[in-house]
């Protein structure tokens, strides 16, 4: 999306076709910058640092872009998610106040076995419901994409078979509790559990690892821009491998080819290129019986 803000100017397209190159020749710039400050009474410190940093960049700007990535998806793929692993939070803090006796983890005393269970089962339930009022609205569902004529990104769609509303048949053990023989729902609603059982199951243990973290450096907390509850990454922590296991999910199992960016790949190809492609496309259709054979050659 760097490219559709600069790809109107002549002189920076070089940056929308070699910026994965630019970008890892100014790694290397810096990484060889590195090696030629090595000092020997300070190479452990250095390369203590230089890990340091490496670690920051991976948890900080590979989650940063992969939530850009799904943000793009639709806001959809971002609320759900984030607020799955908000509601476990306070989910299990209350299941495990009032009903907390087992001890779940060493690395934080406070949490209990009833309060991951409870937590679990409450986000399950609140990202199916969440996900049916989400799904209801476009500005929620539709990607975002770059809208030439209005120069502006537009979240504006005729919403997927995922945001369509289906009929879906009722378990026969549910049928005498509910009395249902069908239900009306959105296919998204059956990916939201997926979601919510990863924020319910796998989200706490980066709240796990950043106690783990904390305690081997023997700090209470990240920082203390919040008074009582540390700082933004104390509130965060388990948020950790939420965006990594959602864009991992949509590459997987939601997204499909799509046609606008396989026509801006199409644009830019040499003229007898896209008369082979035109071609190729044309005799395909001609043999799925899509175009009349009369309208060969």
Not at 189 to 207: C, D, E, N
Not at 220 to 246: E, N, S, W
Not at 255 to 269: E, H, T, W
Request: hydrophobic share 45%.
């Amino acid at each position: 999306y760097f490219g559709t803000f600069v790809q109107r100017r002549e002189q920076l397209q070089f940056l929308i076709r070699y910026h994965r190159f630019i970008s890892f020749a100014l790694y290397l710039a810096g990484f060889c910058m590195f090696v030629l400050s090595l000092v020997k009474k300070h190479y452990r410190l250095q390369f203590y640092m230089f890990a340091w940093t490496h670690v920051t960049l991976l948890i900080t700007v590979t989650q940063s872009h992969l939530v850009i990535q799904n943000l793009f998806e639709g806001m959809i793929w971002f609320l759900v998610p984030i607020s799955s692993v908000i509601c476990n939070d306070i989910a299990a803090y209350i299941f495990g106040f009032f009903f907390g006796r087992t001890p779940l983890i060493k690395l934080s005393p406070k949490k209990t076995w009833e309060g991951f269970i409870g937590g679990g089962f409450s986000t399950v339930l609140f990202g199916f419901v969440f996900s049916y009022f989400l799904a209801q609205h476009q500005y929620f569902v539709c990607p975002v994409e770059y809208n030439s004529e209005t120069n502006r990104f537009v979240t504006e769609c005729e919403p997927s078979e995922l945001f369509q509303l289906k009929k879906y048949s009722v378990p026969l053990l549910l049928q005498a509790v509910l009395g249902w023989e069908t239900v009306n729902m959105y296919p998204f609603q059956m990916h939201s559990i997926a979601l919510s059982t990863f924020a319910s199951l796998i989200g706490p243990f980066g709240g796990f690892f950043a106690s783990g973290f904390k305690r081997a450096f023997k700090i209470k907390d990240f920082a203390d821009t919040i008074p009582g509850h540390g700082g933004i990454m104390d509130r965060f922590d388990c948020q950790y491998l939420m965006a990594t296991f959602v864009h991992v999910y949509i590459t997987s199992f939601i997204r499909g080819p799509n046609p606008s960016k396989v026509l801006k790949q199409l644009l830019v190809l040499q003229p007898e290129q896209q008369l082979n492609v035109y071609r190729t496309l044309k005799s395909h259709l001609v043999e799925k019986g899509i175009l009349q054979p009369s309208l060969r050659g």
